[in-house]
T-cell receptor, first 114, second 109 residues
Framework: GAGVSQSPSNKVTEKGKDVELRCDPISGHTALYWYRQSLGQGLEFLIYFQGNSAPDKSGLPSDRFSAERTGGSVSTLTIQRTQQEDSAVYLC????????????FGSGTRLTVV | QKEVEQNSGPLSVPEGAIASLNCTYSDRGSQSFFWYRQYSGKSPELIMSIYSNGDKEDGRFTAQLNKASQYVSLLIRDSQPSDSATYLCAVNGGTALIFGKGTTLSVSS
C-alpha cells in the first residue's frame, strides 16, 4: 500500500482482556517495528522483524506481549490479560531492508484499558 | 544503556526566526541519525537523516552532526506557525532506532 496501515485506530478494552493490534507495512519493506508511546513519554521499542529472520523481542515489557509476522508482511501484536499500564499509542513502522534507513510510521492504535 | 537526550522545551520562537533543536546520544558507535516531526495526536514523520559529520540541508531544514561530541542538531530557518510540533531525535541503536523524548517547538505569528 501507499503507507503503513494500522487497525484498529482506537481500542477500549476491559482490564484482563486480550487485544490484537494489526499492522500492514509498506509493500516491499522487509523491516517492521513496533513501538509504544505513553502520554508525555518517548517512543519505547517493542519488537523488530527483518524478513524471515527470527524477531528481536528484546523490547517486549513482559511475557503478556507477543507478536508475529505472517508471510513477511502483515504483523499482529497481541497483549494478553491487559493491564491499565498497557494504555498507550502503539505505533508500527516499516523500512526498506537496510537498518540505516529511516522508518515510516503508521497512524497508530490508541489502546485504553479500563 | 543507550540513551538519546533532548531538552523537552518548549522552545518558543517568533515567525521568521531560526529554531535550533539539539540532541546528544550516548553510543559512540552510532552511525545514522534522524529527525522526526510529530504533530499533536499524530504519528512521527521523518524529516531529515544524516550519516556523516557536518551539515546537510533540505529546504528550510539543516541537520548538523558532530560524532566526536556525540551531538546532533536541527536548524529550521524562517520558522512558520505550521512548524509548531514536537521534534524527535532518533539514533540507530543497532537493532532499532532509539528515540529521544522530543523537544516541543512553538512558533508564534
Amino acid at each position: 500500500g501507499a503507507g503503513v496501515s494500522q487497525s484498529p485506530s482506537n481500542k477500549v478494552t476491559e482490564k484482563g482482556k486480550d487485544v490484537e493490534l494489526r499492522c500492514d507495512p509498506i509493500s516491499g519493506h522487509t523491516a517492521l517495528y513496533w513501538y509504544r508511546q505513553s502520554l508525555g513519554q518517548g517512543l519505547e521499542f517493542l519488537i523488530y522483524f527483518q524478513g524471515n529472520s527470527a524477531p528481536d523481542k528484546s523490547g517486549l515489557p513482559s511475557d503478556r506481549f507477543s507478536a508475529e509476522r505472517t508471510g513477511g508482511s502483515v504483523s499482529t501484536l497481541t497483549i494478553q490479560r491487559t493491564q491499565q499500564e498497557d494504555s498507550a499509542v502503539y505505533l508500527c513502522a516499516s523500512s526498506p531492508s537496510s537498518r540505516e534507513d529511516g522508518y515510516t510510521f503508521g497512524s497508530g492504535t490508541r489502546l485504553t484499558v479500563v | 544503556q543507550k540513551e538519546v537526550e533532548q531538552n523537552s522545551g518548549p522552545l518558543s520562537v517568533p515567525e521568521g526566526a531560526i529554531a535550533s533543536l539539539n540532541c546528544t546520544y550516548s553510543d559512540r558507535g552510532s552511525q545514522s541519525f534522524f529527525w522526526y516531526r510529530q504533530y499533536s495526536g499524530k504519528s512521527p514523520e521523518l524529516i531529515m537523516s544524516i550519516y556523516s559529520n557536518g551539515d546537510k540541508e533540505d529546504g528550510r531544514f539543516t541537520a548538523q552532526l558532530n560524532k566526536a561530541s556525540q551531538y546532533v542538531s536541527l536548524l529550521i530557518r524562517d520558522s512558520q506557525p505550521s512548524d509548531s510540533a514536537t521534534y524527535l531525535c532518533a539514533v540507530n541503536g543497532g537493532t532499532a532506532l532509539i528515540f529521544g523524548k522530543g523537544t516541543t517547538l512553538s512558533v508564534s505569528s
